[in-house]
Nanobody
Framework: VKLVESGGGLVQAGGSLRLSCSAF????????VGWFRQAPGKEREGVSC?????????YYLDSVKGRFVISSDEDKNQVYLQMNNLKPDDSAIYYC?????????????????WGPGTQVTVSS
């Protein structure tokens, strides 16, 4: 199982980025796939998650609700995180992670597989 993130970069506050998580050797519809972030000196936190294994379930961190949207494309075997109205506090390394569950854990511990991460920097 392998995950690879892409789409990070430098953006001004108020701007948008779309992160992509490409999955290899498993299908995203059989796993919960989450996005996590970690800023320097801070703990890793769950940003969003989607699980389509049994129905569709979502999780969003309170501070990103209304700004971020998670989605999946089973044909491309990818999960996306559309991030709008970005703020400097959103700056972090963003990781995608996967676990074979039909619901979305809000914390990192249950997730078995992790990508290497992609840097998101939001300037003020």
């Amino acid at each position: 199982v392998k995950l690879v993130e892409s789409g990070g970069g430098l953006v001004q506050a108020g701007g948008s980025l779309r992160l992509s998580c490409s999955a290899f050797e498993f299908t995203v519809d059989e796993y919960a796939v989450g996005w996590f972030r970690q800023a320097p000196g801070k703990e890793r936190e769950g940003v969003s998650c989607i699980s389509t294994r049994v129905g569709t379930k979502y999780y969003y961190l309170d501070s990103v609700k209304g700004r971020f949207v998670i989605s999946s494309d089973e044909d491309k075997n990818q999960v996306y995180l559309q991030m709008n109205n970005l703020k400097p506090d959103d700056s972090a390394i963003y990781y995608c992670a996967a676990v074979p569950m039909s619901w979305c854990p809000e914390v990192a511990t249950p997730f078995d597989y992790w990508g290497p991460g992609t840097q998101v920097t939001v300037s003020s």
